[in-house]
């Protein structure tokens, strides 16, 4: 049966997420006492049916709108060594791959978000910065296993131009991941994936021809570059689908600090795809120059 013959199913929310961990005193410390969330549920099982499955306990925290925490403890299993330290390391993005697994719980604004943080720094936690993500602000802290956990509410709510900007950045990237596999290769800068996605703007709206293109989807975390290139001489901004497109003749720059970005929505400064070549993408400026300068 095909997926077009499949009937329509609706999700209702995350129920629980689950991870392992080997420490369980200071889990249900941290989970129960210091974060303050009800431990409503545990199962013991003597394994689950293969002989390879240790015992364990399966014990679940409330975290809010009838979703759970949850956490395996394998008993007599041996924490790997690979985790050995995680708890110790700063609440920032060490790993890519090991902290790219965590879980982020809503609160209602601002005011929440800093009573968070006051609450975790009295307990001698280790809390980030506050780090604002385009259409989120979060703070970070790690658990007694190592696992980020994420603190975060909404700036804004998602909307038509976000779901389309995405579906057209994954068909960017599907396409630049295939074109690579053809020639043998990985794709590993996000330049090519702004570029394609650009070039699919640029079908899409007619557009050809050299020079400088900057696409930037029409949400307030991006307005800042629009504004800054509609009050220059430099460039010029016109408003099409979804999008304002900045265009220009030569080199253009921007400086991080004019446009008052975080550095989190700096990096991603030109998501919605970019025709040209950028010279520099540092933490406080960016050079774009004409790809046959």
Known sequence: MSASNLPALTLRGVDHTARPTWKLRETIDFYRDKLGLPLIHVISARGWGPATHPDFLHFFFDSGNGSTIAFFYYL???????????AAMRPVPEDHVFDATHTAWLVDSAESLHAWKKRLEAQGLNVSTETRHEVIESIYVRDPNGYFVEFTHKLRPLE???????ALTLQAAIEVEDAAASAGRRVTAIDEIWARKAALLDRRDGRQGGGIRIYVPKVD???A??????ARGDCRVNSIEGYDRIEASGPLEFQREVLGLKP?????LFTGGVHGRIEVLDRDRVVIAPLHA
């Open 264 to 268: 989190a929505v700096w990096y991603g």
């Open 160 to 166: 038509d131009v976000d779901a389309i900007d995405a």
């Open 221 to 223: 975390e991006f307005a």
């Open 225 to 230: 570059i629009v504004k800054d290139a509609a």
């Open 76 to 86: 007599g299993s041996d924490q790997p060594a690979a985790l050995e330290g995680r």
